[in-house]
């Protein structure tokens, strides 16, 4: 080989990098810009949800702060070098899933769930903040290289049932079907062979089995859901509210500070109705962007797959990506009644700064992973 | 990645579904918020407008000097808009009344049954909370006639509420009713899930006009102008 043609390839390699590097650039700005737009407008929207309450910008205030603190956590957790979490790998699953654990015993309870531990200035859920790091612990049996075929499907699913059992001891069925959507986007973007999850759909209706006979209002729900009128002022009060507020919100909605049915009648509208409480100001003109946004950031995240330098990098990152559009279209799903309401939140948009931390943190791991 | 490999089709297949379901909710969305929106509107509007009355003051009728011979004047009293028409919880509600008004019992043959009545402003902040709490009372506003003192009752005659409005039944409330009779206005509120108005949603439909005053002379027997 020719010293001209190893300053060539040189060059080539230079070329690549220099246009990996470009992509790597330009897909974390765009992605640290359309959180901001989102955290932004998620904030307009809790003011809204609550603009008629004694104190308006009780909510919108504290939400501010938690895109602040959202922010540095992204710059610091893409800061890491990926190797570093590699490093850490069990240890730092270890540390997020006692955490899970131990808020059943320690934490507090709230509408019925023992899921958020009190800090006194603020609630803390480790089962939001523990998403990212749910799924980095899948791929990182991908990683290791030792499990291979059935055994491999058959070590994610046993770490997803580790992850979920203390989710579903809590109960948060909401939160349980989000690392479900992880599970099954960790378990299909790796390649496993499909017929692996075969044994999985039995436990899952045994378990579904089980959750309606020990837990009446979940089955409730269902029925409501198939059929508000049965119980329109019970289980059918969410869905029929939902609908009302999407039909005030019409094709360009009312004014910001103007909806007075997220105010008046939808419940929880600055969390679990976010999507619904939105679309009433700002109607399907305005809600529409909010779909497509998470879409984009979905196709962000794949892009930035393509950059990784290992399987396992990119299968999370990719996961990352994906579990937050899973959930906001879980989320707005339940919103334009296509699913029963699960207490599922709308990532960066609903109150909470669990949520909104987990969101970052998850999208500043997977900068980390595909950094050149 | 290799473009071509299983695991990079699987994640374009996956990115597929996931905008897949993307466009489902937004045809849902557009459904709710274009397609089917008067509809939920119809019913939305029904389950949240209320519909009020806004009093109007009956004409005065005056002496010659300008005196008033008689008067309304507004009461305001606590009643009962609906019966419960469970047992348990009218039986809850009436223990709840009788610790404020004692030996208040429903009465279900009666409509718009007074609790209290001639309220002053104390006794109606006294009452608020009781009224605010339970959707089935509520204050209530009527006009009263009041005569001056020395009058002659039978010269000045009665009057009746018919449908909220005083009509004169007799006397020169009856000769001069078409002056002295007010027409009552009307309104729309917005109220929230616990029946509370809706700041800002009060709007008036229909303007309240009082009615004349009437100044009678006996001198000229009992003439008008």
Same mark, same amino acid.
């Given at each position: 080989? &020719? ?14 990098? +220099? ?41 919108? $205030? ?15 957790? &893409? ?15 270890? /540390? ?47 990683? +290791? ?8 499907? =058959? ?18 069925? #909401? ?15 790796? #390649? ?11 436990? $899952? ?14 089955? +409730? ?9 049965? +119980? ?50 700002? #109607? ?33 990152? /990719? ?54 | ?28 969305? /557009?459904?709710?918020?274009?397609? =089917? ?28 000097? $300008? ?35 004692? $030996? /208040? ?14 309220? &002053?402003? !104390? !006794? ?19 006009? *009263? ?11 000045? @005659?009665?009057?009746? !509420? ?5 009509? @004169?039944?007799? #006397? ?33 439909? *229909? ?6 005053? *009437? *100044? ?6 009992? =003439?008008?102008?």
């Amino acid at each position: 080989m &020719s010293s001209r043609d190893l300053g060539m390839s040189d060059l080539k390699k230079a070329g690549t990098n +220099d246009s990996v590097g470009l992509r790597f650039f330009v897909s974390a700005i765009f992605m640290s810009v359309l959180l901001f737009m989102m955290g932004l407008w998620g904030v307009l929207s809790i003011y809204n949800a609550t603009a008629f309450s004694d104190s308006p910008l009780h909510y919108a $205030g504290l939400q501010t702060l938690w895109v602040s603190f959202g922010f540095f956590v992204l710059w610091a957790s &893409s800061s890491v070098p990926f190797e570093s979490y590699e490093r850490a790998g069990w240890r730092l699953v270890a /540390f997020f899933y006692a955490a899970l654990v131990l808020v059943l015993f320690f934490g507090g309870g709230v509408r019925g769930m023992r899921g958020w531990y009190d800090l006194g200035v603020c609630f803390v859920q480790p089962s939001e903040i523990a998403k990212p790091v749910f799924l980095f612990s899948l791929t990182l049996l991908l990683a +290791d290289g030792k499990w291979k075929g059935a055994p491999l499907s =058959a070590a994610t699913m046993a770490v997803t049932a580790l992850w979920t059992l203390p989710i579903a001891a809590q109960p948060d069925f #909401g939160t349980l079907s989000v690392y479900v959507l992880g599970f099954l986007l960790v378990f299909l973007s790796a #390649g496993l062979k499909l017929t692996h999850l075969i044994p999985c759909l039995f436990f $899952g209706g045994a378990a579904s089995v089980l959750v309606f006979i020990r837990k009446p209002y979940v089955l +409730d729900r269902v029925v409501a859901f198939l059929d508000p009128s049965v +119980d329109p002022a019970g289980a059918g009060w969410h869905i029929l509210q939902f609908k009302y507020t999407l039909a005030r919100g019409g094709f360009a909605g009312r004014d910001w500070g103007g909806a007075l049915w997220s105010n008046a009648y939808l419940p929880l509208p600055y969390s679990d109705s976010t999507f619904a409480s939105l679309t009433e100001s700002v #109607g399907f003109l305005g809600a529409l962007p909010v779909v497509v946004g998470y879409c984009v950031l979905a196709y962000l995240c794949y892009s930035l797959s393509s950059l990784a330098k290992t399987d396992s990098r990119r299968v999370f990152i /990719f996961s990352v990506g994906g579990l937050v559009a899973a959930q906001a279209l879980l989320h707005m799903s339940v919103n334009v009644g296509l699913f029963p309401p699960t207490g599922i939140t709308l990532p960066m948009f609903s109150y909470g700064g669990s949520s909104l931390i987990s969101t970052m943190f998850g999208f500043g791991m997977a900068l980390s992973a595909a950094k050149p | 990645m290799e473009p071509s490999s299983p695991s990079h089709k699987r994640a374009v297949i996956l990115l597929f579904f996931l905008f897949l379901w993307a466009a489902l909710v937004a045809a849902r969305l /557009f459904y709710f918020t274009v397609l =089917a929106r008067s509809d939920y509107l119809a019913v939305s509007n029904r389950v949240s407008t209320r519909f009020g009355v806004i009093p109007a003051i009956r004409g005065r009728i005056l002496k010659s000097d $300008g005196s008033p011979l008689a008067w309304s004047e507004f009461r305001v009293d606590m009643i009962v808009a609906s019966v419960p028409s469970s047992r348990r919880v009218r039986e809850f509600l009436e223990k709840r009344v009788r610790e404020v008004v004692p $030996g /208040f019992t429903f009465d279900a043959a009666r409509e718009n049954q007074v609790v209290a009545e001639n309220l &002053s402003p !104390e !006794e109606m902040r006294f009452f608020l909370p009781l009224v605010s709490s339970y959707g089935v009372l509520r204050f209530s506003k009527r006009s *009263v006639r009041r005569l001056a003192p020395g009058a002659d009752s039978l010269l000045v @005659g009665e009057t009746v !509420e018919k449908n909220g409005v005083l009509v @004169g039944v007799s #006397g020169w409330e009856k000769k001069f009713d078409g002056r002295l009779r007010s027409v009552p206005g009307k309104f729309r509120v917005m109220v929230d899930r616990t029946g509370r108005w809706i700041p800002g949603t009060w709007r008036e439909i *229909v303007k309240p006009c009082d009615g004349r005053d *009437v *100044v009678v002379s006996w001198e000229r027997g009992g =003439a008008a102008r």
